[in-house]
């Protein structure tokens, strides 16, 4: 009899075997839920040896039967089976992340004789699910959301089979409705983003078998996440561009920008975001000048200045109503979702306000060298590059009675803050560590010289953010510093105007100037000739104004001057020359890409002229679309003078030397301050790469009576200069009125506040000649100067005066272009603007 009943066992497991083989071949893996948690799951040996997760890792199991045989247990050490977990049968089962297993979607080696389960057409399935649930008594199925979805088989003969698994996703789909009931944050049926498994949770507590999902505070796909910045300055203005292009690169929330700026960098930013129109980003800006009282009185010995201690006031900047903050250093780049990090608040316990990473230096251990005495910290300390802040318990708390008694307490031993808002806000923590959540370090990757930031990740693709806390910036000492560097400079020379992207099922908040540029595109005539001409002057480019230091201050000098230009990379060899001839302010407007931006960059701090002036104003304007638009450079560089007076240039043009002063002492003494007049500088022209420039007029006139000079363009384009009356200037001593005459295009010096160039203009042509017209139109006096000239040097033919030539088609629209200037002209200044059209018939 027991030689019967082993060779019965030795069938059924054979049985068993033979249908979860069958089952595995014929059934296929659905569509992922959720991702996998391998942290949870040990070792690379553990998952099989491989460095990403293999669909089964990570959950515990459940082998549920048709019959009743609650609670089996299986043996912990399963060979073929993840790791060494504890598998129940007919029991709860639980995951990291849920999926559904259907017999024989297990590990590929499943030994099914350790189970010892009812003969084999009762086991039905196995399946993984999210939350703990006992198996009825009876027997009945209780699958619960699944990872892996339904997948039909392709094995007709296994209908049977295809039949139960259907009955077990309808209870499985019921379920998951329930469960989504029970979720608070997941009733609106939005995408959820939840805090990593890993993120600051406690460990504590002795471990058990049921490792089911961790409660997790989710954040909706369209929830508001808040980011503060402090920003002053040129150079940090500069720097908080790449931080907000990494974030907008991974972000899937609306955003809303919280920055506290000087004036310097509230005019840079505020164009910036204006001029970008990226959709479902907010900026709000907070005057850190109305916040210098709350933290002048502490003294401060890092590099940031008063800025690096404005962190600290935040509760009382920051809207009453905003319960809760990011907040960033500007030296940040971000390697994922932000929303990843804004779900970790939900993982705040009650008493919980802040949170931080912890320092991976020794500065506040005190052995950095002798006699090293940092301020007081909790064990290494907290770096406050990135900050989680609970504002409305703050305030509740009394944030800024608090830090202030800190600070004050301390510094009458410390004399003064050593690393700004870092030191107070240990100092508050030492007192009470209650108040701290700690993040995980790859939340805040210190880069700075002898910093423990390699524990923080096991690979470089494993970190989130990446702080360059070290005055060394990109030259600082880490083994994976050239992935950290590369990584940084993408972001640094991407393309901002890819970032311009709706979101995904997000309505955006109505902007009355993205809603009119929307419209007027719309209205375009797609069949229209001049199509990409009418295009070009709708299209919206990003303008960084000062993109590099610039200390300027206009003196209360009537006289004063600027000269004003535009160019692309193609002419950065005339900055240093145009600065040797010209010592007063210059405003430049620069056409450029990102990458190219940083190029100029590199150029400018490594040029010796370049880099000793500091009132030369260069405002990038990001390439877009196919024509150069120059009147728009012009105006960029014109509104942002900061002199009554400018010369409006070209880039090509050498002035002469001294003409600065010649040109304040033209204005006095012609009185221009109580006259409308625009005063004309002669312009000339070589053909030789290599001149020696004139240092007078006398030089000048014999160097145009041997030939090695020429009026400008007398060859080409003669009436566009001939109304100056060279002939008369040769001997002319004191300025001379000149009358407008068509094409006319001088340069000239004129107040600040004169007519705009009309931005209907691109590529070559008609662009100064309509500005020459408007300012005849306002009665502007044309007076040239006797002793005054600029000489224009040679260089190659850009691409739009080559489209120009070659194209009937672009000269037809420009030809179109005129006349519909000549139109709004007559309507702007009615009868007086007859002249220009009439003129312009009878050529």
């Not at 703990?132 to 339904?150: H, M, Q, T």
């Not at 983003?193 to 460990?203: K, L, Q, T």
């Not at 479902?280 to 008063?306: C, M, Q, R, T």
């Not at 002898?450 to 030259?475: A, G």
Request: hydrophobic share 40%; net charge positive; with cysteine.
């Amino acid at each position: 009899m027991l030689r019967s009943w082993r060779v019965k066992l030795k069938l059924l497991l054979a049985t068993v075997i033979l249908a979860v083989l069958l089952s595995w071949l014929y059934l296929f893996m659905g569509s992922l839920e959720c991702e996998w948690a391998p942290r949870l799951l040990g070792s690379r040996e553990a998952r099989g040896g491989q460095g990403r997760p293999r669909p089964w890792e990570g959950c515990s199991m459940t082998v549920q039967v048709a019959v009743g045989v609650p609670g089996l247990w299986v043996p912990r050490d399963i060979p073929g089976v993840w790791g060494s977990r504890a598998v129940m049968l007919s029991g709860h089962m639980v995951c990291p992340r849920t999926s559904l297993f259907r017999l024989g979607l297990g590990p590929p080696i499943l030994p099914m004789s350790l189970l010892g389960v009812a003969p084999p057409h009762q086991l039905l399935a196995m399946s993984i699910t999210r939350p703990p649930r006992r198996v009825p008594a009876d027997g009945r199925f209780l699958l619960l959301s699944p990872c892996l979805g339904e997948q039909p088989s392709r094995d007709v003969e296994r209908e049977a089979l295809a039949l139960q698994v259907r009955r077990v996703e309808e209870e499985n789909q019921q379920l998951r409705r329930q469960l989504g009931q029970a979720q608070a944050d997941g009733s609106d049926g939005s995408p959820l983003w939840g805090a990593s498994a890993e993120d600051g949770s406690p460990s504590g507590g002795k471990r058990s078998n049921r490792t089911a999902c961790p409660k997790q505070r989710m954040v909706h796909k369209c929830e508001l996440l808040h980011v503060a910045i402090v920003c002053a300055g040129h150079n940090a203005s500069r720097d908080v561009v790449t931080l907000v292009k990494s974030i907008l690169f991974h972000r899937k929330n609306p955003l809303h920008f919280h920055f506290i700026t000087d004036s310097v960098a509230h005019q840079i930013l505020q164009t910036l975001f204006q001029s970008w129109m990226v959709p479902s980003v907010h900026v709000s800006f907070y005057n850190a000048d109305d916040l210098k009282p709350e933290v002048s009185w502490i003294p401060n010995k890092h590099y940031s200045g008063i800025y690096g201690l404005m962190k600290l006031t935040l509760t009382k900047a920051l809207p009453s109503n905003l319960s809760k903050v990011i907040v960033l250093d500007t030296d940040i780049t971000f390697a994922t979702d932000i929303a990843e990090l804004w779900a970790v608040f939900g993982k705040f316990s009650d008493k919980q306000v802040i949170g931080l990473v912890e320092n991976q230096s020794d500065w506040y251990l005190g052995n950095l060298w002798k006699n090293h005495k940092p301020w007081p910290a909790l064990g290494r300390g907290f770096n406050t590059g990135v900050i989680l802040l609970l504002l409305d318990r703050l305030r509740r708390l009394g944030w800024e009675q608090m830090w202030r008694l800190t600070a004050e307490r301390e510094l009458m031993s410390m004399l003064s803050t050593s690393l700004a808002d870092q030191d107070i806000f240990n100092a508050v923590i030492k007192q009470d560590p209650a108040l701290v959540y700690r993040l995980p370090c790859f939340w805040n990757v210190q880069l700075s010289d002898h910093t423990r930031s390699e524990q923080c990740y096991t690979e470089v693709s494993d970190l989130k953010v990446i702080h360059w806390n070290s005055p060394k910036k990109l030259r600082v000492k880490n083994k994976h510093v050239e992935f950290f560097r590369n990584l940084y400079l993408t972001f640094l020379e991407y393309d901002g105007n890819l970032l311009r992207r709706e979101l995904f099922g997000c309505a955006s908040l109505p902007s009355p100037p993205s809603n009119q540029l929307q419209q007027a595109l719309e209205e375009l005539d797609e069949d229209d000739p001049c199509y990409d001409f009418r295009r070009q002057h709708l299209t919206q480019h990003r303008i960084h104004l000062f993109f590099l230091q610039y200390e300027f201050l206009a003196l209360p000098n009537p006289t004063d001057v600027t000269l004003v230009a535009q160019l692309s990379m193609d002419r950065l060899q005339m900055l240093e020359a145009i600065c040797k001839h010209w010592a007063g302010p210059i405003s430049l407007a620069l056409y450029m890409s990102d990458a190219e931006a940083q190029q100029f960059l590199r150029y400018a701090q490594a040029s010796e002229v370049l880099s000793a002036r500091r009132n030369v104003a260069y405002h990038i304007v990001y390439k877009e679309g196919q024509f150069y638009p120059i009147n728009l450079l012009r105006n960029v560089a014109l509104a942002n003078t900061q002199t009554p007076y400018v010369f409006l240039t070209d880039i090509d043009f050498l002035p002469m030397y001294g003409l600065y002063d010649y040109l304040r002492n033209s204005i006095q003494q012609l009185e221009l301050p109580h006259r409308k007049a625009a005063l004309i500088v002669p312009a000339f022209e070589t053909l030789h790469y290599r001149l020696t420039f004139p240092k007078s007029k006398a030089e000048l006139l014999s160097m145009l009576d041997m030939g090695s000079l020429y009026t400008f363009r007398y060859h080409v384009w003669p009436k566009g200069h001939a109304p100056t009356d060279y002939a008369k200037w040769r001997t002319a001593t004191v300025p001379y009125r000149v009358a407008w005459q068509p094409d006319f295009e001088p340069y000239v010096v004129v107040r600040r506040d004169c007519p705009k160039y009309d931005q209907r203009f691109v590529g070559f042509g008609w662009n100064k000649v309509s500005h020459i017209m408007e300012l005849d139109a306002q009665e502007y006096e044309l007076l040239v100067l006797p002793n005054a000239f600029m000489i224009h040097m040679p260089h190659a033919p850009s691409f739009d005066i080559s489209k120009f030539r070659l194209s009937a088609a672009y000269r037809g629209c420009l030809q179109t272009l005129r006349e519909e200037f000549h139109q709004d002209l007559s309507r702007r200044y009615g009868a007086a603007a007859l002249k220009y059209l009439t003129a312009e018939r009878s050529l």
